[in-house]
């Protein structure tokens, strides 16, 4: 499948491996793994250390596997010391050794699959090689070391594998350069299976396996490079980790995301919950020091549509100091990207008030230097009304709008503001306009909120003396067109009252009734209708102005009037009302003048009687044709 690497490669791996074996005890098909080292002393004396392990070991799920030390030596003075490991357990297994640093420990086989245990024996300052010892845990009716039933076989597999001199499946030409520890990647269950790469054991170009076929290649974050694995990777690690674990990002320059995405390094951590944003790292950790980040405000997921500073801060970030006011609006709001002071100076017309009140702000245990009523003001007037309902951004001072129907506004008299200093008092006087005089009256007892310039008076015990207001200064006076009287001795309760003001009822008594017209004009005060009776005389010849119905006098004096009786006595329904009769259904025929037969009585004003020369006068030029009135219907 794969290619070998170079020939000065092969030929130096060819050279250490036969100096391998020469040292070599070979225990056959039935032996362990070992492990060499050597180490070179005074006169060219060279002292070996080798481990060896047992055999390949086959158990089932639950039992207990023992595992052996297959006569590890050493040439040097010192005692051998054990020291075992897995090197690999299946995942999910929680495998744990017992006696791990005698010959012979054990563990409690937990999960199907493959287990490597190494050894490595130490004496005094030597230290040998690893050596592995195979587990293979199955369940039945499995075999118990897979198809080919390597139990007790050597675990050094290349005792039986070694390239021709046994010949038995030996690696294929194109296997990966790597040493004869075949145990180190393959198992019995599958020799195709390579769950596990000891990466020590193997040589040359990583790119080889990490095709991404073979094995994993670059992810698709991987900063574009020709360069080989090895020279940013190891085989440790497969990052340059130093001691403690750290990593040198020195010259590094791709993205953060590349390698910190949960899966090759560590990503953004889950607890405390980590920002919500697709940034990269970069725009808020540095290199230097992960913590105590400060990211760049300006970058494209912490600036836009919809994010919101309180998303991170006091969540995963510094968030409002103490005495901070408790806000409803985001930080930028009122904090810039740029510069998070404020330097003292607050632009307050980014702020709603309908939505965050002035007062969360203006208050006595703020830490932010927004001054309270108390503080900006010592007189100011008592009330629980939010600021903006007086004073507005633009100019805090002096308010205007302030809440009338705030019940600790309306429970305080108006003059303890309205005093002329805190706020407006009483109006000056000028050629137009005067405030009523007062004496102990607060402004609510006339005003109310919202219309203060339409006060209502209570007029309840007021009888008189209203001429002394109702000036047309102070307030409303004599209209243009009211009915002429004398304002130094008549006053405004001689005719109205305090209860209804326009209905007022006018006392006659004394007034000059040579012309009721100069009142009663229809301008000043009612004259006659458009149903009255047409005459040229003074009302009182018909009225009687004692009597506030004005009623017509029950008898018409027709003193004077001597002809046109048609002019009223006509039918007309109207005068018909007020007493003007017609001539009635029966009348005779007649086409003459009513005075030409009737005449009104001096000593008897309602008996309009024929006269008595109807009968000497009219009679005496009619000849004929008198049953054309004197008939039972006339």
């Excluded at 003048?593 to 009619?622: D, K, R």
């Amino acid at each position: 499948m794969l290619t070998m690497l170079t020939q000065g490669i092969s030929q130096k791996l060819t050279g250490y491996l036969l100096a391998f074996m020469l040292v070599l005890l070979v225990v056959g098909c039935g032996g362990g793994g070992d492990g060499r080292a050597s180490l070179q002393g005074e006169a060219d004396k060279s002292v070996d250390i080798v481990a060896r392990t047992g055999p390949i070991l086959g158990v089932r799920v639950g039992e207990t596997a023992y595992l052996s030390d297959n006569n590890s030596f050493t040439t040097s003075s010192e005692p051998l010391n054990f020291r075992w490991s897995f090197a690999y357990r299946p995942d999910g297994s929680n495998a744990v050794l017992q006696n791990a640093n005698s010959a012979n420990p054990s563990f409690v086989a937990d999960i199907r699959g493959n287990y490597r245990a190494q050894l490595v024996v130490s004496a005094g300052s030597l230290t040998s090689q690893r050596a592995t010892q195979l587990v293979v845990v199955t369940v039945p009716p499995e075999r118990v070391t897979g198809p080919f039933n390597h139990q007790g076989l050597s675990s050094n597999c290349v005792n039986c594998h070694d390239d021709g001199i046994n010949g038995i499946s030996p690696k294929a030409g194109n296997h990966v350069a790597t040493t004869n520890a075949c145990e180190t990647c393959h198992t019995p269950l599958g020799f195709d299976i390579t769950p596990f790469v000891d990466h020590q054991e193997v040589f040359g170009n990583c790119s080889v396996c990490h095709d991404g076929v073979l094995a994993v290649g670059k992810s698709e974050f991987h900063a574009p490079t020709n360069a080989e694995c090895d020279d940013c990777h190891n085989t440790t690690s497969f990052l340059a980790l130093a001691a403690d674990g750290s990593f040198d990002h020195t010259g590094i320059s791709r993205s953060c995301s590349g390698c910190h995405n949960g899966t090759v390094s560590r990503g953004k951590t889950p607890t405390p919950p980590h920002p919500a944003t697709s940034s990269e790292c970069g725009y808020c950790h540095t290199t230097v020091s992960f913590l105590d980040a400060y990211p760049d405000h300006t970058g494209p997921d912490v600036v836009g549509p919809g994010i919101t500073c309180d998303s991170c801060h006091g969540v995963s970030a510094t968030g409002q100091p103490t005495g901070h006011p408790v806000t409803v609006v985001d930080c930028d709001t009122c904090h810039s990207v740029v510069s998070f002071s404020m330097g003292g100076n607050f632009n307050h017309s980014v702020i709603d008030a309908t939505v965050q009140s002035c007062e969360s702000c203006h208050n006595e245990t703020n830490s932010i230097n927004a001054p309270a009523k108390s503080a900006a003001i010592p007189a100011h007037p008592i009330t629980s009304s939010d600021c903006a309902n007086c004073h507005n951004t633009d100019s805090f001072s002096p308010a205007f709008g302030i809440d009338h129907t705030d019940p600790a506004v309306l429970a305080v008299r108006c003059d303890s503001c309205h005093n002329g200093i805190d706020a407006a008092g009483l109006p000056t006087s000028t050629a137009l306009y005067a405030h009523m005089p007062i004496t102990t009256e607060d402004c609510g007892d006339c005003h109310t909120p919202g219309t203060f310039t339409t006060g209502t008076y209570d007029h309840a015990g007021v009888i008189n003396g209203c001429n002394a207001c109702h000036d047309n200064r102070i307030s409303v006076g004599k209209l243009l067109d009211h009915i002429p009287t004398t304002p130094d001795t008549q006053d405004c309760a001689d005719c109205h009252n305090t209860t209804d003001f326009t209905a007022a009822i006018f006392d006659h008594t004394g007034i000059n009734t040579g012309n009721c017209a100069l009142c009663h004009d229809n301008n000043i005060s009612t004259g006659k209708p458009a149903s009255h009776l047409p005459t040229t005389q003074n009302c009182f010849e018909c009225h009687n102005y004692t009597d506030p119905s004005f009623s017509t006098a029950s008898i018409f004096f027709h003193n004077g009037i001597t002809d046109n009786c048609e002019t009223c006595h006509n039918g007309n329904p109207d005068f018909v009302a007020v007493g003007a009769i017609g001539k009635k259904f029966n009348h005779i025929p007649a086409l003459g003048a009513c005075v030409v037969c009737h005449s009104a009585s001096a000593t008897n004003p309602g008996n309009f009687a024929p006269s008595a020369t109807f009968v000497s006068a009219v009679h005496n030029s009619i000849t004929s044709g008198c049953e054309g009135c004197h008939t039972s219907q006339f």
